[in-house]
């Protein structure tokens, strides 16, 4: 059975920096379909990085260059510098499935595991 559990958020000032945790128990695939996910109330949810089959990351325009995802043993990390107020959202860990198709690895589009996300908030 698949656990994620985030930790590591809290309150920082405009351009400071955090570093979420997530701690990744019962799933097979290290470092690969992977993501982070962010969402406020006024705002949809949104993938902030997410690793493909192969586990490149891809990030999202609004924090390539500040945010950096990485993976140690069964901890997801996501480094987050320069953080901005827009950047204050629940942050929420999340894992797909892989599958292989014609000889390439993929992720399932849906992500069926989540954490219960962790605050990180921003003051201007």
């Known amino acids: 059975q698949v656990q994620l559990a985030e930790f590591g958020g809290g309150s920082v000032d405009s351009g400071g920096s955090l570093t979420l945790s997530c701690g990744v128990s019962g799933y097979d695939y290290f470092g690969r379909c992977l993501a982070w996910f962010r969402q406020s109330p006024d705002k949809e949810r949104e993938a902030v990085v997410e690793t493909d089959g192969y586990g490149h990351p891809n990030y999202a325009d609004s924090v390539k260059g500040r945010f950096t995802i990485s993976q140690d043993k069964n901890t997801l990390s996501l480094q987050m510098n320069d953080l901005k107020p827009e950047d204050t959202a629940m942050y929420y860990c999340?894992?797909?499935?892989?599958?292989?198709?014609?000889?390439?690895?993929?992720?399932?589009?849906?992500?069926?595991?989540w954490g219960q996300g962790t605050q990180v908030t921003v003051s201007a």
């Open positions: 999340a894992a797909a499935d892989l599958f292989a198709r014609n000889g390439r690895y993929a992720c399932t589009s849906v992500y069926t595991h």
